[in-house]
């Protein structure tokens, strides 16, 4: 290699050891930095390697090429070729055993010298040395030699080129004889041998690429090409080669070798080396001359359902080890995609490894998945006991489990939704509640007989009070005491429907909170019940509620002292017990602990302290204001509110705002802060007008739902929420999109081909006579031109299948399993859309059980493998 650029191989055995081959022959070890191995004055590969010069060799002048012995004795053993045809073999610095010394130094010399282009050992035989050679028109180019064989007598060589060979050789030495000759009056630039079969060996001719067979050499197979150059064979696919030609890449399969089965784009400087990665399948490194880059070409075998080979696909990418420009490379051949590189110029050497292009995926069941060189990982979210409570599920995985318990669908108990949705959600448990109760009172007989109440209800109580007339004070007693209280209550229609939406009273015209305040007993919501209670201005009550409380299983002990405070009571203003309770409040837990003494200790018409505590209930606040704000404060509280319901995305808000543009908005703030399009769309279809539906907004919601279930697979569950939708929304029904039309007039006769029994005339006016279970029609009704004709039973499509032969190999699949055989499915038309072949639904299906490609002869469509979806089973169909 004098004066050309350096080149590096690797040790076959020896995973730290590599050889740099240039005017002389430099032997390294390679190791971690700072370790025992790499000592002061050692070169820098890398920021973790460095690498130590083991052995120098400089006795082997004008080298061309190297090879490195396959085998493990004798320890590193090269074959040198050198500019004058000569194969020597040396080696670095070893103690020899007495099989290495009688190889070092011996020499293979051909008959008419010429310049050595390439070495190659027989893998398996690894006495068999190849070496191909410049061309001359009395000699052959390609010699295989024995490197156990002895000097030949009969080959006569001349005094001054043995003593031109070594200082030390004699002619015991030197061999003459080569095993086999090959490729006579041509030149051979590269060579590899096989890997499939040790006896066939590769060479890159002067214009083509032949295989040679030692077990028959007088004949060869070639193939005319350019591309000769650096011929190498797959490790991991030994029927795929690589070779090139100034700065083309060919891909060669030796099952096919009649032309490249790939050609890499075309570079624009010459390439100098081509190889294969030893520990990763597909993978091509290319070199071009003065350049400091290396291309790689990753080659990958997309897999079909049917086990059909495909073109690989190329993925083409380039890694930037060094600064200077690149002499050679050579990959590590067994740490992964590791390579040592050398520059031209100094002999610097880099360690790299190739890092692996990440292919990243999400699932649709949110698990996160990626795979990196051999390693597939896969990243799931998983709910832990101490952990659970801890990290919250993502949205969609929520979203998934409430689908599976049909969440969004119990329209009766509107309620139980979010008992279905797990009950843990406050702000979920309040939007069911307000819907159920808004239903409630939609379905009122009084309310339906007075015309527009229906479409009121779910216009929200921000739409309701704005409409509230005839408002009447009252002042009453304390319930229990014949105390007169100075605290006004207001009444209306509209504040009475208002009350009823937020859950406090019941169907009637009396305030009738008793029902409401046991069912928060029975829920053990004692502060809230007591507050209620209160609010009605009844304190007796509210005493009673908390001692019940206190004495109940697992009761707070600390609301009989609650009670004690509430019993005292008293309207004076500069009491004792109004000082203490409005300086004492705000240290209790209980959000309507505080309300309560808020409440008693208030102005009449100023309760800020009640309406603005927002850790109390949006219903029980509206509910307060409804009885105890006038006209003139309730709608500016309302107004408020709803702004920051509407802010927040709460969707306690939703009783304001009702199914509204309003409403809307909120659930826009709602989905833009969780992305919960699941409740979004249920919300929205449970009594909105059109105009909301036909909102851009909220069909988005839905379509988005609907995606959603699609590509979880829950193709019943989008089913059963198309059907609900189309209940709750019949503008939403779809109309038939697609119909089968006869060829030649265009008409539909879907209609008219369904074999099922039809009564009356039957298919008669069709010209078809016979009983109506045994009708077909075989021609359009419109124009009478005959239907196509099924591909496998070769009769006109509209024939019961019943009445065809079947076409599959086994007896179950000829008769297309008796029970289902009058099944509607197989009488249905299907043909490719590639190909347009097809024929009766039940025929196809048993034809590509046992085929891939079309029944129609001469026809290679594979009509059932263009079907994605064809293999996918849903994922609800448990």
Same mark, same amino acid.
């Given at each position: 290699?004098?004066?050309?650029?350096?080149?590096?191989?690797?040790?076959?055995?020896?995973?730290?050891?590599?050889?740099?081959?240039?005017?002389?022959?430099?032997?390294?070890?390679?190791?971690?930095?700072?370790?025992?191995?790499?000592?002061?004055?050692?070169?820098?590969?890398?920021?973790?390697?460095?690498?130590?010069?083991?052995?120098?060799?400089?006795?082997?002048?004008?080298?061309?090429?190297?090879?490195?012995?396959?085998?493990?004795?004798?320890?590193?053993?090269?074959?040198?070729?050198?500019?004058?045809?000569?194969?020597?073999?040396?080696?670095?610095?070893?103690?020899?055993?007495?099989?290495?010394?009688?190889?070092?130094?011996?020499?293979?010399?051909?008959?008419?010298?010429?310049?050595?282009?390439?070495?190659?050992?027989?893998?398996?035989?690894?006495?068999?040395?190849?070496?191909?050679?410049?061309?001359?028109?009395?000699?052959?180019?390609?010699?295989?030699?024995?490197?156990?064989?002895?000097?030949?007598?009969?080959?006569?060589?001349?005094?001054?080129?043995?003593?031109?060979?070594?200082?030390?050789?004699?002619?015991?030495?030197?061999?003459?004889?080569?095993?086999?000759?090959?490729?006579?009056?041509?030149?051979?630039?590269?060579?590899?041998?096989?890997?499939?079969?040790?006896?066939?060996?590769?060479?890159?001719?002067?214009?083509?690429?032949?295989?040679?067979?030692?077990?028959?050499?007088?004949?060869?197979?070639?193939?005319?090409?350019?591309?000769?150059?650096?011929?190498?064979?797959?490790?991991?696919?030994?029927?795929?080669?690589?070779?090139?030609?100034?700065?083309?890449?060919?891909?060669?399969?030796?099952?096919?070798?009649?032309?490249?089965?790939?050609?890499?784009?075309?570079?624009?400087?010459?390439?100098?080396?081509?190889?294969? *990665?030893?520990?990763?399948?597909?993978?091509?490194?290319?070199?071009?001359?003065?350049?400091?880059?290396?291309?790689?070409?990753?080659?990958?075998?997309?897999?079909?359902?049917?086990?059909?080979?495909?073109?690989?696909?190329?993925?083409?990418?380039?890694?930037?080890?060094?600064?200077?420009?690149?002499?050679?490379?050579?990959?590590?051949?067994?740490?992964?995609?590791?390579?040592?590189?050398?520059?031209?110029?100094?002999?610097?050497?880099?360690?790299?490894?190739?890092?692996?292009?990440?292919?990243?995926?999400?699932?649709?069941?949110?698990?996160?998945?990626?795979?990196?060189?051999?390693?597939?990982?896969?990243?799931?979210?998983?709910?832990?006991?101490?952990?659970?409570?801890?990290?919250?599920?993502?949205?969609?995985?929520?979203?998934?489990?409430?689908?599976?318990?049909?969440?969004?669908?119990?329209?009766?108990?509107?309620?139980?939704?979010?008992?279905?949705?797990?009950?843990?959600?406050?702000?979920?448990?309040?939007?069911?509640?307000?819907?159920?109760?808004?239903?409630?009172?939609?379905?009122?007989?009084?309310?339906?007989?007075?015309?527009?109440?229906?479409?009121?209800?779910?216009?929200?109580?921000?739409?309701?009070?704005?409409?509230?007339?005839?408002?009447?004070?009252?002042?009453?007693?304390?319930?229990?005491?014949?105390?007169?209280?100075?605290?006004?209550?207001?009444?209306?229609?509209?504040?009475?429907?208002?009350?009823?939406?937020?859950?406090?009273?019941?169907?009637?015209?009396?305030?009738?909170?008793?029902?409401?305040?046991?069912?928060?007993?029975?829920?053990?919501?004692?502060?809230?019940?007591?507050?209620?209670?209160?609010?009605?201005?009844?304190?007796?009550?509210?005493?009673?509620?908390?001692?019940?409380?206190?004495?109940?299983?697992?009761?707070?002990?600390?609301?009989?002292?609650?009670?004690?405070?509430?019993?005292?009571?008293?309207?004076?203003?500069?009491?004792?017990?109004?000082?203490?309770?409005?300086?004492?409040?705000?240290?209790?837990?209980?959000?309507?602990?505080?309300?309560?003494?808020?409440?008693?200790?208030?102005?009449?018409?100023?309760?800020?302290?009640?309406?603005?505590?927002?850790?109390?209930?949006?219903?029980?606040?509206?509910?307060?204001?409804?009885?105890?704000?006038?006209?003139?404060?309730?709608?500016?509280?309302?107004?408020?509110?709803?702004?920051?319901?509407?802010?927040?995305?709460?969707?306690?808000?939703?009783?304001?705002?009702?199914?509204?543009?309003?409403?809307?908005?909120?659930?826009?703030?709602?989905?833009?802060?969780?992305?919960?399009?699941?409740?979004?769309?249920?919300?929205? /279809?449970?009594?909105?007008?059109?105009?909301?539906?036909?909102?851009?907004?909220?069909?988005?919601?839905?379509?988005?739902?609907?995606?959603?279930?699609?590509?979880?697979?829950?193709?019943?569950?989008?089913?059963?929420?198309?059907?609900?939708?189309?209940?709750?929304?019949?503008?939403?029904?779809?109309?038939?999109?697609?119909?089968?039309?006869?060829?030649?007039?265009?008409?539909?006769?879907?209609?008219?081909?369904?074999?099922?029994?039809?009564?009356?005339?039957?298919?008669?006016?069709?010209?078809?006579?016979?009983?109506?279970?045994?009708?077909?029609?075989?021609?359009?009704?419109?124009?009478?031109?005959?239907?196509?004709?099924?591909?496998?039973?070769?009769?006109?499509?509209?024939?019961?299948?019943?009445?065809?032969?079947?076409?599959?190999?086994?007896?179950?699949?000829?008769? /297309?399993?008796?029970?289902?055989?009058?099944?509607?499915?197989?009488?249905?038309?299907?043909?490719?859309?590639?190909?347009?072949?097809?024929?009766?639904?039940?025929?196809?299906?048993?034809?590509?059980?046992?085929?891939?490609?079309?029944?129609?002869?001469?026809?290679?469509?594979? *009509?059932?493998?263009?079907?994605?979806?064809?293999?996918?089973?849903?994922?609800?169909?448990?």
């Amino acid at each position: 290699m004098s004066g050309s650029k350096p080149d590096i191989l690797w040790s076959p055995h020896q995973p730290d050891r590599f050889v740099i081959c240039d005017s002389e022959l430099g032997l390294y070890r390679i190791g971690p930095v700072g370790s025992a191995e790499t000592k002061a004055g050692t070169l820098p590969l890398s920021e973790e390697s460095a690498a130590t010069l083991l052995a120098i060799n400089s006795d082997t002048p004008y080298m061309k090429c190297v090879a490195w012995y396959p085998k493990h004795e004798p320890e590193c053993l090269l074959a040198v070729g050198q500019a004058n045809g000569r194969v020597v073999l040396t080696s670095l610095g070893q103690s020899h055993n007495s099989s290495c010394k009688d190889l070092v130094g011996k020499e293979f010399v051909p008959k008419h010298a010429r310049q050595c282009n390439t070495l190659a050992w027989n893998p398996v035989d690894s006495n068999l040395l190849a070496a191909g050679l410049d061309k001359h028109r009395a000699d052959f180019s390609v010699l295989i030699w024995d490197i156990s064989s002895k000097y030949s007598p009969e080959a006569s060589v001349a005094a001054e080129k043995i003593r031109l060979s070594s200082v030390d050789l004699d002619s015991s030495t030197v061999v003459t004889k080569p095993l086999y000759e090959l490729g006579q009056n041509d030149a051979c630039l590269s060579l590899c041998w096989l890997l499939r079969d040790p006896k066939l060996l590769l060479a890159g001719m002067h214009r083509n690429l032949a295989i040679f067979d030692l077990r028959n050499t007088s004949q060869k197979t070639f193939v005319n090409t350019k591309a000769i150059q650096g011929v190498t064979v797959d490790p991991h696919f030994h029927d795929r080669v690589a070779s090139f030609f100034e700065g083309q890449v060919a891909i060669w399969d030796l099952r096919k070798f009649e032309k490249p089965v790939l050609t890499l784009t075309e570079q624009p400087k010459p390439l100098t080396k081509v190889a294969w *990665c030893p520990t990763r399948t597909g993978l091509l490194a290319t070199l071009t001359r003065d350049s400091n880059i290396i291309r790689l070409y990753d080659m990958q075998h997309t897999p079909t359902p049917i086990g059909d080979e495909t073109e690989p696909t190329i993925i083409e990418r380039s890694v930037h080890p060094c600064e200077s420009q690149i002499g050679s490379f050579a990959w590590h051949p067994s740490s992964q995609n590791r390579m040592v590189v050398v520059s031209a110029a100094n002999r610097a050497m880099t360690d790299f490894t190739v890092f692996e292009r990440i292919s990243l995926a999400w699932s649709t069941t949110t698990s996160l998945m990626w795979a990196c060189g051999r390693h597939l990982y896969d990243c799931v979210e998983e709910g832990a006991e101490g952990v659970e409570s801890m990290i919250e599920k993502d949205i969609a995985t929520k979203m998934r489990q409430r689908a599976q318990s049909r969440y969004g669908h119990d329209t009766i108990q509107v309620w139980r939704n979010h008992v279905l949705a797990g009950g843990n959600d406050p702000q979920l448990k309040s939007l069911w509640h307000d819907l159920f109760y808004m239903k409630q009172c939609a379905e009122d007989m009084e309310l339906k007989l007075q015309g527009n109440k229906q479409s009121v209800v779910y216009s929200g109580i921000k739409n309701i009070v704005k409409t509230s007339s005839g408002t009447t004070e009252s002042r009453r007693c304390w319930s229990g005491s014949d105390r007169q209280t100075d605290v006004p209550r207001y009444h209306s229609e509209e504040r009475c429907l208002a009350l009823r939406l937020c859950g406090w009273i019941s169907r009637g015209p009396e305030i009738d909170m008793e029902a409401f305040l046991r069912s928060l007993e029975q829920e053990r919501e004692w502060e809230r019940a007591a507050a209620v209670a209160l609010f009605n201005l009844d304190i007796r009550r509210a005493i009673q509620i908390l001692n019940k409380g206190a004495t109940a299983e697992k009761g707070d002990l600390n609301l009989n002292v609650v009670a004690m405070a509430l019993s005292g009571y008293t309207d004076e203003k500069s009491s004792l017990w109004r000082e203490m309770c409005s300086s004492l409040r705000l240290q209790l837990k209980n959000p309507y602990l505080c309300v309560m003494f808020a409440f008693l200790t208030s102005e009449p018409g100023a309760y800020d302290g009640v309406l603005y505590e927002s850790s109390v209930a949006v219903r029980d606040r509206v509910a307060f204001a409804c009885m105890f704000l006038n006209d003139a404060q309730l709608p500016r509280y309302i107004d408020k509110l709803t702004n920051d319901m509407k802010e927040a995305g709460n969707l306690e808000g939703m009783l304001l705002t009702g199914l509204t543009k309003d409403g809307v908005d909120l659930m826009e703030s709602y989905v833009n802060r969780t992305g919960d399009v699941q409740t979004a769309s249920f919300c929205m /279809l449970k009594g909105s007008p059109g105009e909301v539906l036909k909102d851009p907004r909220v069909q988005c919601w839905i379509e988005n739902y609907r995606n959603l279930l699609d590509a979880w697979r829950f193709w019943h569950k989008r089913a059963e929420f198309d059907i609900h939708r189309g209940k709750l929304d019949p503008t939403s029904k779809p109309l038939a999109q697609v119909f089968v039309s006869c060829n030649f007039c265009g008409k539909s006769i879907s209609y008219s081909c369904s074999a099922m029994p039809h009564q009356g005339r039957g298919f008669s006016q069709y010209g078809v006579s016979g009983s109506p279970t045994k009708s077909k029609v075989t021609s359009c009704p419109g124009c009478r031109k005959p239907l196509p004709r099924c591909a496998l039973c070769l009769m006109n499509m509209g024939t019961p299948v019943s009445n065809c032969p079947g076409t599959g190999k086994s007896d179950e699949k000829v008769d /297309l399993t008796r029970e289902n055989k009058l099944a509607q499915f197989n009488n249905w038309f299907t043909w490719c859309h590639n190909c347009r072949h097809g024929g009766h639904a039940g025929h196809m299906l048993s034809w590509f059980r046992d085929h891939t490609e079309c029944p129609v002869s001469a026809c290679t469509c594979k *009509c059932m493998q263009l079907d994605t979806t064809g293999n996918l089973v849903p994922s609800d169909s448990s």
